[in-house]
């Protein structure tokens, strides 16, 4: 059994940066894909970025691109979404997930989440 432990949220004004964590329980991580979601009041979950462990190969969602950076430190179990220039529209609870397999930016192959953190932007 995964889990997965997020930390790093709160509340910033628009303009300023975050950086989530997400601590995964499992030995050998490396061999999981790693993804952030993320869900507002009211909205369907959706992908915000992935990344894998062998490869450098990261995904992000269009909305993210240039501000959103993920990164994983594998000697310590953790993935990273470092959040900047963050937008009103950037609130959500934001998920971290794992697959065993190849990245995925479909929600529903996903076979482990965390339990959220609140990341809230002040206009």
């Known amino acids: 059994q995964v889990q997965l432990v997020e930390s790093g949220g709160g509340l910033v004004q628009a303009g300023g940066s975050l950086r989530l964590s997400c601590e995964v329980s499992k030995q050998s991580a490396m061999s999981l894909s790693m993804g952030w979601f993320r869900q507002a009041p009211g909205k369907e979950r959706e992908f915000v970025a992935s990344?894998?462990?062998?490869?450098?190969?990261?995904q992000y969602a269009d909305s993210v691109k240039g501000r959103f950076i993920i990164s994983r430190d594998n000697t310590k179990n953790t993935i990273y979404l470092q959040m900047n220039n963050l937008k009103p529209e950037d609130t959500a609870v934001y998920y971290c997930?794992?697959?065993?397999?190849?990245?995925?930016?479909?929600?529903?192959?996903?076979?482990?989440w965390g339990q959220g953190t609140q990341v809230t932007i002040a206009s």
């Open positions: 997930a794992a697959r065993l397999g190849a990245q995925s930016a479909n929600v529903r192959l996903y076979d482990y």
């Open positions: 990344i894998i462990s062998w490869r450098t190969d990261i």
